[in-house]
């Protein structure tokens, strides 16, 4: 367990919807990243928050956005769904910027149909 | 990031050590060299990371080589729970400090 927690674990939607996933780091991680996985293609980072800050953007589509809470979970908001954005979403945390490992969650798989 | 190269599949016989290789010929100096696994759609589990010594864990030992344009990942004993896809990354030191994952070995531990 990797102590990074995500939800929903499954999520099936229709295409034009909109969708929020939620991850809550591990307790005291200030940064948190999300990445996409789809079938043809490897994990995509996609954005990275630390404490409540964007902190790096990577090939994150404009219709998805993130967002970090004072908290510190983080919720990944995608919206006008396509069938193409099915994939499984990782989210992962780290204690501090530099050379502390990512811990990753489980992921939510979503399905657009 | 710089490159890394990895083979595409291994075999290993399940009680045996699994020695998996990576190539980052282009490693600059202030790099890192992380492995993670990732088993079956599981979210990627850390292994190991290193800089330049050799580095050992309950999971892991990871082997640089003394110029670091090359790592070996070795997992002493084998079991049919380490078959999975392991991701060889080096990582640098910049503002994001996220890691850039690409193809990785798949490890087939056979009995």
């Known amino acids: 367990d990797s102590g990074v927690t995500q939800t929903p674990k499954h999520l099936i939607t229709a295409t034009g919807q909109r969708v929020t996933l939620r991850c809550s780091p591990r307790s005291g991680d200030l940064s948190v990243y999300w990445y996409q996985q789809s079938l043809d293609q490897g994990l995509q980072f996609l954005i990275q928050y630390y404490n409540g800050e964007e902190r790096a953007k990577g090939n994150i589509l404009e219709r998805f956005s993130a967002q970090q809470f004072p908290d510190l979970h983080s919720e990944l908001n995608l919206s006008s769904l396509e069938l193409g954005d099915s994939a499984l979403y990782f989210c992962?945390?780290?204690?501090?910027?530099?050379?502390?490992?990512?811990?990753f969650g489980n992921g939510t798989r979503l399905t657009v149909t | 990031d710089a490159k890394t190269t990895q083979p595409t599949s291994m075999d290993c016989a399940e009680g045996r050590a699994a020695n998996l290789p990576c190539n980052h010929s282009t490693i600059s100096g202030n790099e890192y060299v992380y492995w993670y696994r990732q088993i079956h759609s599981q979210g990627p589990q850390y292994i190991i990371h290193g800089l330049k010594n050799n580095e050992t864990n309950e999971m892991a030992s990871l082997i640089i080589t003394e110029d670091r344009k090359s790592s070996t990942l070795i997992l002493p004993h084998a079991t049919l729970r380490d078959t999975a896809v392991y991701y060889c990354?080096?990582?640098?030191?910049?503002?994001?400090?996220?890691?850039?994952f690409g193809g990785g070995t798949r490890l087939m531990v056979k009995p």
């Open positions: 990354i080096v990582r640098v030191n910049n503002a994001g400090n996220m890691l850039t």
């Open positions: 992962a945390s780290s204690e501090q910027l530099q050379n502390s490992p990512l811990h």
